[in-house]
């Protein structure tokens, strides 16, 4: 099994860093630095400006948004009899006698409404009329579930509240309004007071307690737990932020003159919270809300009912707890610092403004879904901060690392020369440097590129995991359906041969061991010789032996031989990068070896036989006790020196076949066949054996060396006749096998037994040579027509069984391959 290679790069990685190595490392070091610096910064601006509200107008605008889109209906139970201009208009002007006031409680009260609530401060005695204050008392006193309103001053004495006159027996309640600095109402402080008696609940809170028989809380109403001090001393506990249900005029109204005409139904304030107040044109006090549009201002009673609303409802809206509020503004930092530091610029801008949309939109959603609020301003300052401070910085580092890169390869020695230049350290000056330096690298890339093209031999580039990197076109040829590309870089295109566990290229791409198992028939050789070179790149591996170094010789399934020879190849630091391997085909050497011994075979013993036999017969008719009859003398004679011939002839056309050039023509295969069969019609004839064709009159046309075929033919054609018992048939046929067309050649022989047929195409080798009456031959018949049919492409068959005959075909492609 193959050493790990991403171990040993992670390894090597590793040290590199423990080492302190410079370079990409370093930088990348400090870049980390860089970034974390920065980001602790903008967190500790952006968490400031979320606690002291350095944005607070533009968070208080979201806020706006946020309950303008969460607008809902009034509540049916709440209703305001509004003082308004046809009542003042009719009744008189204001202030009217507090009789009007008292039968407008009477006839409200009639009713049985749960809770009136009189907007209008009757902190003072009526000097004019003394009998209206104990009307109104009377009236109040009888109703029962009065809520009168209190206001808080400021006098040389301080800070106080000033209540109801004496005599009136009611509920009371401040109604003091906090606009915020932009001077829009938004909120309300449940309880206030001066610091040394109890505080004093909200007008709301009053009216929304009216009834229980237990003392007012802050935790029955939603609020937000907040304290606020003014230059008086002036205390407001338990803010509220107003939920509003919609612009002025969302909650049901009546007029006063109605109400008292008896215009309005009984039992109509039934159970209902009843709030009287002025609306009239410049009476009463009005305030920007959020919801108000067309400059239309909201009066203090209906922004009562909005806030009796979200007590009874408990949808007040309040502040999101500290731990919250503080995640919320640092993690859509650390956001948008993570998509800074590990995006593209492109990305990372695409990224913050997701991130800022988000935190707004969160900001807008919360008070409608959960009626919480968060402010987004310290969130997204801190995430606009990110984006161009960090790309400042990284500008500027890439500028550095640029400026140290460019002036390292400067000095480095290179394959082509290159004019020396000074760099400018403008921007514009590093680029320019930059892309005559990328240019200079195209020019050593091409040069290289083209050099590896110009190898001899197919070499492919791998990295340590075996992937292959880089292969010339001579290795895409020899695996083609697993390497394409462009340019002198190839990569995978047909994974059918991939293992599948892809255990030594990565995802996507072959490798070199999979394109060995591939090739080769055999391919344990080729894959232990790629685990001993990946074994040789560890530091502490032994050094690869001898044998090893000098590669290994493959064998393809169509008997090509290759040697499998590689070597590491290094990077920067001298530490491995990769191998490069080489394919040397050795098929010719090996063919020449072969051709050679067969030479040597030749001509040591079948050449050398007849002639010393010819020597042995002179030598014994040298003695005349030993003479034989001159007939019988020169028969043997002749026989050996007709050997000799046959012999010299076949090992001739063996080596005519086999030569590099041969001449392929356009040629009819059915003439050719009948011109084979031709010249053994006589043979036939002398043997008694019938010669049979089975071939169709237009037959294909094809590229072939027609003199070496029908030789070929012939010689099958003759074996079948010599090998036949006389009276039996020899048939030629010519038939299309799909791809191929097969000449295929019959005999009723003896056949060939298993074992003979695996000897059939060697040199000198005779199936029948040991039987008395067995054929003469030379036992390279066979072979050269295996040679034949291998240099056009195709191929021999045999298929035989003992006593009932052989039948061999030569298989030639429609689509010439010859060469």
């Keep these: 099994m193959a050493p790990n290679r991403t171990d040993l790069r992670s390894g090597q990685f590793d040290a590199a860093e423990r080492e302190g190595a410079p370079g990409a490392m370093g930088f990348r070091r400090r870049t980390r630095l860089e970034w974390a610096l920065l980001t602790a910064a903008v967190l500790v601006i952006a968490l400031a400006a979320s606690s002291f509200s350095w944005f607070e107008r533009a968070d208080l605008a979201v806020l706006d948004l946020a309950i303008v889109a969460q607008e809902h209906p009034a509540r049916n139970d709440i209703v305001i009899v509004a003082i308004d201009d046809e009542s003042i208009g009719v009744i008189g002007r204001w202030p009217w006698r507090r009789t009007v006031l008292a039968a407008l409680v009477d006839q409200i009260g009639a009713d049985n409404p749960r809770a009136i609530g009189i907007d209008v401060i009757l902190s003072e005695h009526d000097i004019r009329y003394p009998s209206d204050d104990a009307e109104l008392a009377r009236s109040v006193a009888r109703s029962g579930n009065v809520v009168l309103p209190m206001v808080g001053e400021s006098g040389s004495s301080g800070a106080r509240l000033r209540g109801p006159m004496d005599g009136l027996l009611a509920q009371t309640g401040h109604i003091n309004m906090i606009v915020d600095t932009d001077g829009v109402a938004r909120q309300v402080y449940l309880r206030e007071g001066d610091g040394e008696g109890p ?63 008896g215009e309005v139904s009984r039992g109509y304030f039934r159970d209902k919270s009843v709030l009287i107040g002025t609306v009239a044109t410049g009476l009463g006090d009005v305030f920007p809300t959020p919801v108000s549009r067309d400059g239309r201002a909201m009066s203090g009673v209906e922004i009562l009912a909005n806030t009796l609303q979200a007590l009874l409802d408990g949808t007040g809206i309040v502040t999101v707890p500290k731990p919250v509020g503080w995640l919320g503004t640092i993690l859509p930092v650390l956001l948008a610092a993570l998509a800074a530091l590990r995006f593209s610029p492109r990305n990372a801008l695409l990224a913050t403004v997701a991130i800022v949309a988000a935190v707004v939109g969160t900001s807008l959603c919360l008070p409608g879904s959960m009626h919480l609020w968060f402010a987004p301003s310290g969130a997204v300052l801190g995430c606009m901060m990110v984006y161009p401070l960090w790309s400042w910085r990284r500008q500027e580092a890439a500028l550095r690392f640029l400026s140290e890169e460019l002036g390292r390869l400067a000095h480095e020695p290179g394959l082509l020369a290159a004019p020396a230049t000074r760099i400018d350290h403008s921007l514009d000056g590093r680029m320019q440097a930059v892309y005559g330096m990328t240019s200079r690298l195209r020019d050593m890339r091409r040069f290289l590129s083209d050099g590896l093209e110009s190898l001899p031999e197919a070499t492919v580039i791998c990295n340590l995991d075996g992937g292959i990197l880089v292969a010339n076109r001579r290795a895409v040829a020899l695996a083609p359906t697993m390497l394409q590309g462009i340019d002198g870089a190839y990569y995978a295109n047909d994974l059918r041969y991939m293992r599948g566990s892809n255990t030594y290229g990565e995802l996507g791409r072959p490798a070199l061991p999979d394109l060995i198992e591939a090739m080769f028939t055999v391919a344990g050789p080729g894959l232990a010789y790629w685990d001993a070179l990946c074994g040789a790149l560890e530091g502490d591996a032994p050094v690869m032996s001898s044998s090893d170094s000098h590669g290994v010789e493959l064998t393809t399934e169509d008997g090509r031989r290759y040697l499998l020879h590689g070597g590491p190849l290094h990077g920067e630091a001298g530490r491995p990068a990769g191998v490069i391997v080489s394919l040397i085909d050795i098929t010719a050497i090996r063919r020449a070896e072969r051709q050679r011994e067969q030479t040597l075979h030749f001509l040591s013993h079948d050449m050398r036989s007849p002639q010393a036999s010819i020597l042995a017969l002179i030598d014994m008719q040298s003695r005349p006790d030993r003479a034989l009859p001159q ?101 030629v046929r010519l038939r299309r096998l799909g791809p191929y067309m097969a000449i295929e050649v019959s005999d009723q022989g003896p056949g060939i037994s298993q074992d003979a047929q695996a000897r059939l195409f060697r040199p000198f080798s005779r199936v029948h040579a040991h039987g008395a009456d067995a054929p003469s031959g030379s036992g390279l018949g066979l072979v050269f027509v295996k040679t034949v049919a291998e240099r056009h492409g195709g191929r021999v068959m045999v298929a035989s069984e003992v006593g009932k005959g052989t039948m061999f075909s030569i298989w030639l492609p429609l689509r010439s391959r010859a060469s």
């Design 199 to 261: 505080p004093v609940w909200h007008f709301a809170a009053a009216m929304a307690a009216l009834g229980q028989h237990t003392p007012v809380t802050a935790a029955q109403f939603r609020n937000e737990r907040a304290v606020r001090m003014d230059g008086a001393g002036w205390i407001s506990q338990d803010r509220l932020r107003i939920p509003f249900v919609g612009p002025p005029g969302s909650f049901a109204r009546v007029s006063v003159l109605d109400v008292l005409s």
């Design 631 to 731: 007939t019988e003398l020169l028969g043997r004679i002749g026989e050996h020196a007709h050997r000799t011939l046959a012999l010299a002839d076949d090992f001739i056309r063996i080596a005519q076949a086999e030569s590099q050039s041969l001449t392929f023509a356009e040629t009819d295969l059915t003439q050719i066949v009948l011109d084979a069969t031709d010249e053994m019609w006589a043979l036939a004839k002398a043997r008694g054996t019938e010669l049979r064709l089975d071939i169709d009159e237009q037959g294909p046309r094809l590229r072939v060396a027609p003199a070496l075929l029908a030789r070929a033919i012939t010689n099958l054609v003759n074996n079948a006749i010599k090998y036949s018992p006389c009276g039996t048939e020899v048939t």
